[in-house]
């Protein structure tokens, strides 16, 4: 089960929220080649946020997966920090992104874990 959080300093309307929140579902299912059924995505707006010493728009992103291959991290970075510059305007040197490689008992998911 894949699962994007975000967090930005930034306030959002609820429009653009939603916008992120389906872009985000769809796009990194298929960067994953994951089913979509089973993506979440979280956002949260107007966090505490503080980067390179300026309260300017910023992003902190933890994606997590399960067999989440460290070769992929790269490409997966560039994605999402595109992701988050078209859709909120944050550019990419203002976002910090943590990749978890979850194991597959350490995940649960309708009742069980995978």
Known sequence: MPYLKAFT???LDPVRRAHFLETASRTVAQALNKPEKYMMVALEDQTALRFAGS????CYLEMKSI??????TGP?????????QSELGI???RTFIEFVDVPRPMWGWDGKTF
């Open 76 to 84: 997966m970075a560039r994605m999402l920090c595109d992701l988050v």
């Open 91 to 93: 550019p990419p040197d």
């Open 9 to 11: 300093n930034d306030t």
């Open 55 to 58: 309260d300017a728009p910023c």
């Open 67 to 72: 067999g989440f291959p460290e070769n992929d």
